[in-house]
């Protein structure tokens, strides 16, 4: 089942929404969960969503069931029951869901699709990953399809599809083959996007529904800019 737009209250967009989970769909610069800024998260803004709109007394539960990057866009699920949020929790932990993304690059790759597999290692000093072709000391594994869905006027759009899930994955794993994302300085692309934000975007998650075991597909819009409104 596809799930549209159901409301855009409180400055979010919400894709889905029950009983058990609530889907937003992230802007640029929005923080999933609280962190050393000390910025407002996503979750809280939620929270507050809930509160007013079910007109809730005391404290509103709410689990992040995973993450996005702060300068990404799209997709985040959030549960409204532990019972939603361990279920949730156990189909992302066993890849029981289908992820899809979509980025801009601006150089051509070898190949229109393909698979791409590295060994990734993280740095904590510096919040990256660099993707290694052969296993080095605390690599791990990770893989992925991508396939070029649109030829722009200077970039090129592709679709992604994680097999593993790797902290900084797509954006290592692309600047390693020489094509870093949109904006995204970190991992090698020369200049920043005018928000801070790169073209990396969750664009559909397909999964069982923990509760009422009904199919879900979930489609997350683009951000309104002359790029991704191209694509």
């Not at 080095?136 to 090129?156: H, M, Q, R």
Request: glycine share 6%; net charge positive.
């Amino acid at each position: 089942m596809q799930m549209k737009i159901v409301s855009n209250k409180n400055n979010l967009q919400i894709l889905h929404e029950d009983n058990h989970l609530i889907v937003v769909n992230k802007r640029v610069g929005d923080i999933v969960q609280g962190d050393k800024t000390g910025d407002k998260p996503l979750s809280d803004v939620v929270k507050e969503y809930i509160k007013d709109k079910y007109n809730k007394p005391g404290e509103v539960f709410l689990g992040v069931v995973h993450r996005l990057d702060r300068p990404t866009t799209g997709i985040v699920v959030f549960a409204r029951t532990s019972k939603a949020l361990t279920r949730m929790n156990e189909l992302f932990s066993n890849r029981e869901t289908q992820k899809t993304y979509w980025c801009i690059v601006k150089n051509r790759l070898s190949k229109p699709e393909d698979k791409l597999v590295h060994f990734l290692k993280r740095n904590e000093k510096n919040n990256t990953s660099k993707a290694h072709l052969k296993e080095v000391p605390d690599s791990k594994l990770a893989s992925l399809d991508y396939k070029t869905i649109k030829e722009l006027n200077n970039y090129f759009a592709l679709e992604i599809n994680l097999h593993t899930g790797r902290h900084h994955q797509i954006r290592a794993q692309l600047s390693a083959i020489g094509s870093p994302i949109k904006g995204d300085l970190k991992y090698g692309f020369d200049r920043s996007n005018p928000d801070g934000g790169i073209h990396l975007h969750a664009r559909k998650l397909v999964f069982i529904h923990p509760v009422t075991k009904e199919n879900i597909e979930i489609i997350a819009p683009t951000p309104d800019d002359v790029i991704w409104n191209a694509v």
